[in-house]
Nanobody
Framework: VQLQASGGGLVQAGDSLRLSCAAS????????VAWFRQAPGKRAYVREF???????????IYAESVKGRFAISRDNAQNTFYLQMNSLKPEDTAVYYC??????????????????WGQGTLVTVSS
């Protein structure tokens, strides 16, 4: 399965962005998916969990830092999932990575959980 993230860009504080992650080469209909982020200059092992959703969208988890501002969703018919980001802050600046699938857990909350990773999309929030 290949994941393609898109939708990043340069915005001002308070603006909104919607990230998308399209899967190809396989279906994610029965798999959890998630978003992580890595701040500029940080190493991969400090990639931060942002949000996750289970296969049928009835369970979600958010990092405290984004709760109430971000919303994760998925469209299994399109094999795509999303991250709606509202009220963006400069500290949200990061490369956002989409991730999917696990043979062990129902939700993906650590960097060790996903089987597949997208290439990342840069979100820059100016103050």
């Amino acid at each position: 399965v290949q994941l393609q993230a898109s939708g990043g860009g340069l915005v001002q504080a308070g603006d909104s962005l919607r990230l998308s992650c399209a899967a190809s080469g396989g279906t994610l209909n029965r798999d959890p998916v998630a978003w992580f982020r890595q701040a500029p200059g940080k190493r991969a092992y400090v990639r931060e969990f942002v949000s996750t959703i289970n296969y049928n969208s009835d369970r979600t988890i958010y990092a405290e830092s984004v709760k109430g501002r971000f919303a994760i969703s998925r469209d299994n018919a399109q094999n795509t999932f999303y991250l709606q980001m509202n009220s963006l802050k400069p500290e949200d600046t990061a490369v956002y990575y989409c991730a999917a699938s696990s043979s062990r857990v129902a939700l993906l909350t650590t960097i060790y959980d996903p089987k597949y990773w997208g290439q990342g999309t840069l979100v820059t929030v100016s103050s």
